[in-house]
């Protein structure tokens, strides 16, 4: 059974930075896909950034992208999701997903998802 659980979340002033972790078991992640999506009170769930387990690869959604960054610890089965420059408009609960095979920025694609953590931006 796959299991993802964020930490890492908290308030921050506007400027700040965050690092959310997933830290991921159950099964061998090669073949994944880990991604980052986040969701604000009354929107959709949004597309934040992926990679791919085995290789690394990097993908963003155009609103984070130069501020985020994605990358894995591979000895410690854990993703992690470095926010820089925040904004309020990045208050959301952030949640940690997996998906096997080829990489997607489509939030119904991931079968496997966390609890998600709370991120706030003081303006």
């Known amino acids: 059974q796959v299991q993802l659980v964020e930490s890492g979340g908290g308030l921050v002033q506007a400027g700040g930075s965050l690092r959310l972790s997933c830290a991921a078991s159950?099964?061998?992640?090669?073949?994944?896909?880990m991604g980052w999506f986040r969701q604000a009170p009354g929107k959709e769930r949004a597309f934040v950034a992926h990679i791919t387990w085995s290789y690394g690869s990097t993908y963003y959604a155009d609103s984070v992208k130069g501020r985020f960054t994605i990358c894995r610890d591979i000895t410690k089965n854990t993703v992690y999701l470095q926010m820089n420059s925040l904004k309020p408009e990045d208050t959301a609960v952030y949640y940690c997903?997996?998906?096997?095979?080829?990489?997607?920025?489509?939030?119904?694609?991931?079968?496997?998802w966390g609890q998600g953590t709370q991120v706030t931006v003081s303006s």
């Open positions: 159950g099964r061998t992640f090669s073949s994944f896909t």
């Open positions: 997903a997996t998906k096997i095979g080829v990489a997607s920025d489509r939030h119904y694609d991931y079968r496997y």
